[in-house]
Nanobody, 126 residues
Framework: VQLQACGGGLVQAGDSLRLSCLAR????????MGWFRQAPGKEREGVSC????????YYADSVKGRFIISSDNAKNTVYLQMNSLKPEDTAVYYC????????????????????WGQGTLVTVSS
């Protein structure tokens, strides 16, 4: 399985971006998928996660109300719609997927996923 994240770029504060993460390979039955980010000089942090089978979603407090995670199971893709972007959202964003653990069990800040994407850079200017 390979996860390919894309959609990052340079935007201004207040703008929106949508990240996509395509899963290639034996993708059937991911129990949980998540988005993480790592800002320069900081540790990686959880942003959001979803259980594709029932659509339940979870968010870090820092993005709640601004970001929306969703999945298209037919396309093996998970999305992160990022609205009202702030300079502090600047980071490399990573997607992750797990075969056995749902988002409810994994939680937003758990890094113990089976598969990880390569990351896509989001830069928000003030």
């Amino acid at each position: 399985v390979q996860l390919q994240a894309c959609g990052g770029g340079l935007v201004q504060a207040g703008d929106s971006l949508r990240l996509s993460c395509l899963a290639r390979g034996r993708t059937s039955g991911f129990a949980g998928m998540g988005w993480f980010r790592q800002a320069p000089g900081k540790e990686r942090e959880g942003v959001s996660c979803i259980t594709p089978s029932d659509g339940k979603t979870y968010y870090a407090d820092s993005v709640k109300g601004r970001f929306i995670i969703s999945s298209d199971n037919a396309k093996n893709t998970v999305y992160l719609q990022m609205n009202s972007l702030k300079p502090e959202d600047t980071a490399v964003y990573y997607c992750a997927a797990d075969r056995a653990t749902t988002a409810q069990t994994m939680g937003v800040s758990n890094f113990d996923y089976d598969y990880w994407g390569q990351g896509t850079l989001v830069t928000v200017s003030s």
